[in-house]
């Protein structure tokens, strides 16, 4: 029967503290003492108190003088390090350059994504007040329980509590309330571009960087604007603009330039190129009596700057019974609100609603915090796994200097000195590669920048912090795989090292195991999400939408005179040859902008009132598309302005199943956020008759569920026509899009012909998806690199050990194939185990992260079975190099020491 082992741990301690002149006395009375309490009490009772006895030998007189382990630090030694250190890895070139490749690579990952990660989380924190601005956040619930999130409120939210709590010191209101023509009136060019209104305080809570101009008083005055550099110098042709007047198309007097911003960084949630003076419209005796008494309208997007003792929370509450108190609600509705943090509306504002915007103003652009999350732990994972490759390749070569070790311990060096040299072999190792990955980013960096749009610089776009805590993490990152090796060869004892013997220690071997499954858990792991973001990102520009998007040109509409003057615009388009189809619509599948939303109820159906879409369009637009009519009929003439067609999802809330005219009651619509009555008697309601059924088509991202939609005439009291649809032969496409821009022109020379492709622009919904699939299947091959690199070394240090055995077999009469499978079998093991854990992690997550859109592919098994092919083959081709190599050596020269 085996006898009973005292823990090792124990005894290693014992060794460390005890002098060494009564160590051995003492360490064998204690083993003599512990095999007699393992025959009398057991192992367990047993390993307890030998832990205890030698816990209480802990004590002076014991306990060895440290003055024998300080280790020599004099300026002459550490130099010694250095110049002992370059040689040995200048020595190692094979080894020295593995371990360079292995940690540069980590740090190029972990530092280009380190950047995007870093400029995502960094949103709006350019201004100095940050910290204490806030966001208005409207929460709604209408009597029928429908619940909305709106980053808007009325008017008098913004005047209200600035004037009410002493803990706010300002607020400040905005409108982006449409898009128009504007030009320099003495060169007279169109540009067309969003309006953005702001009240006077808005350059005083958001302390954006002038060029030029004062902003305590830049929108203080009426027919005020103040606009970015970009913008002057595509209207002037400088910035130097100062008081230089502009003219609105919709406004009957110029406005006069104030001040010039610098354009805003890229991670920045403002996007407007120009801000007009709320004041402008003070004049307005209508505008004012109704922003008076607004409280509930969410037609103003208000921001707050608290003093800094204020609590966020506290002033939510503060807000809500403020609002309360002003208004009376609908029976049943509930509303309250609460402050969003600036630096939380790029990443946070999932469910939110952007409101107080016109319809055909373009959202802010929101940042993806799952992609996020997935970038900042996939970036430290694969320094984690840098270091793991290097901890791995520095032990392979550790047993080529056991001997040189043997010889320092017998001339005096102490564990202290051994580590320091490791210590700093591996700090030399790490500013080389260090200095590497800084290049090879600096070369990498532009186009990055291209791919992911930002605007990166090596060192001004990112802080000295960031910086210091990315070279503090590699470092630290660096000293501790160089570490595991130092303090596992400075504690061997001398006689054994210099006997030559390899070095062996069985949890030594354990941990490396362990390391080797985590590189490849981790790898396979980002091999099997790459799949799956591949094949969901071909899953949404593959998919059937239900129309026809290609060759399918969007001509904005920008004028009045293309809206009214429609027909003669249709006609002359259809006479282009290489026109198919043209129809006239107020949005377009898959719009970009803000969709229009109506309260409707089936006629004589109840009070129940339900949300649905709607788009305007001709009798064209079916055809155009490629949209099914499933049941009634098409637009058919002019007599049609009360008739709609609706999609099958809003057949199914109105109770439709047959086509006869149904009556549809809508009192209420919405441009941007909030509903309002259709007409201006809030007691009358457009009532239009169901004609048609068309089959459901996605109108929206894939990401949500296929809504109501009612498609109603082009002439409706909802919303007018704003685009022309134009589906186009393939051939000669520059040419057919001068001849509809010939004909835009023909119509009104002050249209500026803008438009676009609708596949490209269904693609910019997916555009965040794709970017993240490459940088994950670059970072999944850069890992799997790195992992390899880490498995040569483990196959290195493998076939060392074993030369003599592979030796004697081949005298016994081993074939190549033979050896070949004993020395890969093992690795090949840890990497089937390494699949185990990874398989179940991956499936979790990637239908986690699935779980974002309504439309998606299934995570089928064959995926994990493919990475777990791809894993073991790369996997086993590294290993076969040095497998190969170690059965070809001729047994005279590995047994000829015996």
Known sequence: ????????????FLEWFCKPEYHADIEGDLLEIYDRRVADWGTTRANFHLCKDVLFLFRPGIIRSAKIHQPITSNGMIKSYFL??????????????????????????????????????????????????????????????????????GYMVAEGFKQTFPNVDQTTRMQ????????????????????????????QVFDF????????????????????????MRIFGRTDVINKNLQFSHMDNP????????????????????????????????????????????????????????????????????????????????????????????????????????????????????????????????????????????????????????????IGAVPGNLIGQFLVESFITIVIAFGVAILIVAFLLPSFNEFVNKKFSLFSSVGLGFWAAAAGLIIAMGLLSGGYAALLLSYFKPVSLLKGLVLKSGSDFSVRKALVVLQFTISTVMIIGTIVLFRQVRFLNESNLGFNKDLMVIIDVNVVKARSNFDWVKNEMSKIAAVEQVSVTSHVPGDWKTLVRVKLKKEGGG???????????????????????LKGRNFGNENDTSAILINEAAAKILGITHVSNEAVEIPQSARGSSFAPVYDDINASFKPRVVGIVKDFHFQSLRAK??????????????????????????????????????????????????????????????EDQRSQTILGWVALASVVIACLGLFGLATYSAQQRLKEIGVRKVLGANLLSIMALLSKDFVKLVLIACCFAFPVAWFGANWWLQEYAYHIDVEWWIFALAGVITTGIALLTVSYQAIKAALMTPVKTLKSE
Not at 1 to 12: C, G, N, Q, V
Not at 98 to 106: E, I, K, S
Not at 745 to 765: G, I, M, S, T, W
């Open 255 to 410: 406005v006069k330039i104030t001040a010039i911003l610098k354009n805003h960084p890229k991670n920045s949630s403002f996007t407007f190129t120009s801000v007009l003076s709320e004041s402008t419209r003070y004049s307005d005796e209508e505008f004012m009596r109704e922003a008076l008494s607004d409280w509930t309208s969410q037609n103003y997007t208000v921001y707050a700057l608290l003093k800094p003792d204020a609590n966020a929370d506290s002033v939510s509450s503060k807000i809500t019974r403020l609002v309360h108190a002003n208004v009376t609600l609908e029976p049943g509705t509930k509303l309250s609100y609460n402050l969003q943090p600036l630096k939380d509306v790029h990443l946070k504002s999932d469910g939110i609603i952007d409101g107080a915007r016109n319809a055909n103003v373009d959202p802010i652009p929101q940042g993806n915090s799952v992609y996020v999350t997935v970038f900042l732990f996939t970036a430290i994972l694969v320094l984690l796994i840098a270091g793991i490759n290097y901890s791995n390749l520095t032990t392979a070569r550790a047993s080529s200097r056991l001997k040189e070790i043997g010889v320092r311990k017998v």
């Open 1 to 12: 029967m085996k006898s009973a082992e005292p823990p090792r741990f124990i005894l290693r």
């Open 706 to 767: 296929i809504e109501p939609l009612i498609i109603a005439y082009h002439d409706n009291p909802i919303y007018p026509i704003d685009y022309y649809s134009v589906k186009i032969q393939p051939q000669n496409i520059q040419a057919t899009l001068e001849k509809l821009k010939a004909v835009m022109v023909a119509n009104d020379e002050r249209e500026p012909f803008e438009y676009h492709f609708l596949d490209e622009q269904l693609a910019r919904f997916y555009i």
């Open 176 to 203: 982006r309330i449409g898009r128009a023509n504007l030009v320099n009136p003495e060169n007279p060019v169109n540009v067309q571009e969003a309006i953005t209104v702001a009240d006077e305080y808005l350059l």
């Open 84 to 153: 002992m250190g370059w040689r040995n890895l200048w020595k190692n070139k094979l080894y020295s350059t593995l371990n360079v490749l292995g940690l540069t690579f980590g740090m190029v990952c972990f530092l280009l994504i380190g950047l995007y990660v870093y400029d995502e989380l960094n949103f709006d924190t350019q201004h100095s007040k940050a910290e204490s601005i806030y966001r208005v956040i409207t929460h709604e619930k209408s009597p029928n329980n429908e619940a909305t999130t709106v980053a808007a409120a």
């Open 607 to 629: 009070d129940q009132l339900h949300t649905a879409y709607v788009i305007g369009a001709d009798k064209d637009f079916l055809a155009t598309y490629g949209i099914e009519l």
């Open 209 to 232: 960087p002038l060029l030029e101009g004062d902003r305590r008083t830049a929108l203080k005055e009426p027919n005020s604007i103040v606009i970015t550099e970009d913008l002057a």
